[in-house]
């Protein structure tokens, strides 16, 4: 065993004692815990920031995207945003102990199924330290220890933001290694961590695809997938087009480097002509490049403005872009814009704009993502838009949970059965 090795299994060991002492307090404690926390966030708020222009000065060096710098930045404000989810957290009804099922077996035995911690869970992310609180957040309020594996780029802030956790714990009567870092910087120490079988009970990878697919294939330890974002808007025959206009504007362009953005953007031949030169103009005006079909670019050559607009090509339909472009495609019918969406997408979050209830039925009953918005913007699947407070991420796989995970997707559950004597 290497030395990084053994430097990761300690800290699941102490994360496995944390969560053994975690698991049994009550919601009282975890919630007094969880305000301190987001009381230490904005009173060293100013260290936070600190550490994290180390780190968003390396991105720039490095030639970051600015999308991915956008992603890896804090300011005072966005630090008062992690908060005040945290402290939205504290509002919510605690999952752990409640009764799922169960009543009294003929034979006389109570049988009760609650919900319970899964333990350890892992989290390994990319350049977003927002994801360090809301990960400790969630795992704290759902009585489970938290391992936190965050990127180099973000290296600096994290280490902060777990200092910060960490102190605010003290005294709180939650233990300080329910919120730990994974120790190391370089792939070995991920590696170690999605080996550590028996030490951590649960791994959730959150980032793009490449993360999410080396996870998935290196880790012995079971995963749960949070998935890219690829996420359509269908603009129906049957749309209304202003809405349709300020829907498809704001799940583009509202806040592009994120999972929930969309984009793709697919448009009924019904409406492409009144539609697309409005649509085009909407998109330009927010700043968005346009990767078009032939429909598209004759409608941009004809109106004469709006956004900047390239030829798509088969790998634009394939694209998670997080910055400011947006693949366009002109469908014939409803079943086009479905087949599309089974090709291409990632099983996130699919909309469609429409007037018409059996249209919105049918797409809604034939689209198997994890959430489906009809007249509604994409960038509504966000735990906090569900009322769940933070999430760890996007589960966009069918096991145990699917769509925001928010507290009750951290909980398993097991069997209570309490008899007087019973034998078989």
């Known amino acids: 065993m290497s030395d990084i090795e053994r430097e990761v299994h300690a800290v699941a060991e102490r994360a496995g004692d944390a969560a053994a002492e975690l698991a049994p307090l009550s919601r009282a404690v975890k919630d007094a815990a969880l305000v301190a926390i987001a009381d230490a966030l904005v009173k060293r708020a100013g260290e936070i920031t600190a550490a994290n222009a180390e780190d968003v000065e390396r991105a720039r060096r490095d030639g970051t995207s600015p999308a991915m710098v956008d992603r890896l930045t804090l300011t005072p404000e966005r630090i008062e945003a992690i908060a005040d989810a945290v402290r939205e957290i504290v509002e919510l009804p605690d999952p752990v102990g409640e009764s799922v099922r169960g009543g009294v077996l003929p034979n006389g035995l109570d049988l009760r199924q609650i919900r319970v911690p899964l333990g350890v869970i892992g989290i390994i992310y990319e350049g977003r330290p927002n994801v360090t609180v809301d990960a400790a957040a969630l795992c704290l309020k759902s009585g489970n220890a938290a391992l936190l594996r965050g990127s180099s780029s973000a290296y600096a802030s994290n280490t902060a933001i777990v200092g910060v956790l960490r102190d605010a714990l003290a005294g709180t009567g939650v233990p300080q290694d329910a919120v730990q870092m994974v120790p190391g910087r370089t792939r ?9 079988r028996g030490l951590v009970d649960v791994l959730i990878p959150r980032g793009g695809g490449s993360l999410i697919r080396a996870v998935v294939r290196d880790s012995t330890v079971p995963v749960i997938e949070t998935g890219e974002g690829l996420c359509h808007v269908y603009v129906d025959a ?42 085009l103009d909407a998109l330009g005006g927010a700043g968005v490049t346009v990767h078009g079909d032939r429909r598209v670019l004759e409608a941009a050559a004809a109106h004469g403005a709006g956004a900047d607009v390239v030829e798509a090509t088969e790998e634009d339909w394939a694209t998670e872009y997080l910055s400011m472009d947006l693949a366009v495609r002109v ?14 997408s990632t099983r996130h979050t699919e909309a469609i704009v429409t007037d018409s209830l059996k249209a919105s039925r049918y797409f809604v009953s034939r689209v198997d993502s994890a959430a489906v918005m009809v007249n509604a913007s994409t960038r509504f699947t966000d735990g906090g838009e569900f009322g769940f407070g933070a999430e760890i991420g996007i589960s966009t796989q069918k096991l145990h949970a699917r769509g925001p995970m928010g507290l009750t997707e951290m909980t398993s559950t097991k069997y209570v059965v309490t008899g007087d004597g019973h034998l078989k």
């Open 188 to 196: 070995e120490s991920s590696t170690a961590l999605m080996r550590a």
């Open 238 to 279: 049957d749309a209304d087009l202003a809405k349709a206009v300020a829907i498809a504007t704001n799940a583009k362009a509202q806040r592009c480097s994120v999972c929930n953005s969309a984009e793709t953007l697919l448009v009924h031949e019904a409406v492409a002509d009144a539609f697309l030169p409005r649509v």
């Open 331 to 344: 469908v014939p019918t409803i079943d086009e814009a479905i087949a599309h969406i089974r090709r291409y």
